[in-house]
């Protein structure tokens, strides 16, 4: 983003700001120069993580009153919902619009938080991130809707990290293995996130949205062998299997029901159907983004393998809607 666009932004409010999604956006504002409000349940808690220049405002998304005063001095909001819904942190699209035209938001960059490929269609998840993104840009508040792909990170949940380095087995995505994938960084989606909130062409647009090389489950794999020094193949469980590894981690048929109806819907997709064009993302936006072969690089694998062997019960439960939210 050049200097001018930047200095258009003087403060913006981050819904979500502690978790996975909003961080990666916390931190591009601020390598910016841009103040940010955070908007979180739990203050003393948002202190501890968030950097000493953050303001921080508690709130509740479902009472208008600390909405309003929440979004009130601020040039844009970003917010999104959990592709798969959690009752803990769902909130209603038409009063957060309420509020924010009580109190003269000038704009609203919104993710689906999952994919909104136009090919994919009646899968519930899906759908209703279509539904809400819909609502916004019916909306009289100027908004940009941005529908990643798949999280990059999801590749991080501890079951995953485990059968890799255990077994040297990658069994995600539940896609077969000639399939190509456009992946999302949560890094790439806080560039494109910020680039949108001073971007005019951007407003009331929809844009799926990835991080450059899509890559097919092999080559995914061959890549994490590069990393990690041992062989990696990939072998992809079913949908339903993955469903019923998530049911159990958070104890929820619903969720289970949720992820097993998105990647049977991506399984019946064309070849390409999963591919982004972010060629054109860069230049709508005037960024560059990373890679996924670079994303894998970055990682500290060996520490995020510490990491899942010591989660069990709630804890992994929690790994699970970091990630996802």
């Known amino acids: 983003m050049t200097e001018s666009r930047t200095n258009k932004l003087k403060r913006v409010i981050v819904f979500g700001a502690t978790g996975a999604q909003g961080g990666p956006v916390v931190a591009e504002l601020l390598r910016q120069g841009v103040a940010v409000r955070a908007f979180t349940r739990n203050a003393a808690a948002a202190r501890k993580v968030l950097n000493e220049n953050v303001e921080i405002f508690e709130g509740n998304l479902n009472d208008a009153e600390s909405l309003v005063k929440a979004l009130t001095g601020v040039d844009c909001a970003f917010l999104h919902q959990p592709m798969v819904l959690m009752a803990d ?17 000038p704009r609203i960059v919104y993710t689906t938080s999952g994919p909104g490929l ?24 100027p908004t940009v809707v941005l529908k990643p792909t798949i999280y990059l990170e999801n590749l991080l949940i501890p079951f995953f990290i485990q059968a890799i380095k255990e077994n040297g087995v990658l069994d995600y995505p539940p896609v077969s293995a000639d399939r190509k994938i456009s992946w999302t960084s949560l890094e790439d989606q806080a560039k494109i996130a910020v680039a949108a909130m001073t971007n005019e062409q951007a407003v009331g647009k929809v844009f799926d949205i990835a991080t450059p090389e899509p890559l097919n489950g092999d080559e995914l794999a061959e890549r994490l062998t590069v990393c990690l020094g ?96």
């Open 89 to 105: 942190v769902a909130f209603s699209v038409k009063n957060f619009l309420e509020a924010a035209k009580a109190a003269g938001l």
């Open 118 to 141: 136009e090919l994919l269609k009646g899968v519930p998840s899906v759908d209703r991130g279509r539904l809400d993104a819909e609502t916004f840009l019916q909306s009289s508040i």
């Open 230 to 325: 041992r062989t990696v193949k990939f072998a992809a469980q079913s949908p339903k299997a993955l469903a019923a590894k998530f049911s159990s981690m958070v104890d929820s048929t619903e969720i289970g029901d949720a992820i097993c109806a998105l990647y049977e819907g991506i399984n019946t997709l064309p070849a390409d159907g999963f591919v982004v064009d972010t060629a054109s993302i860069e230049k709508t936006f005037d960024i560059s983004l990373s890679s996924t072969s670079v994303w894998i690089l970055r990682q500290n694998w060996d520490a995020a393998t510490t990491v899942s062997h010591s989660k069990t019960g709630s804890s992994e439960k929690s790994e699970f809607s970091r990630v996802t939210r």
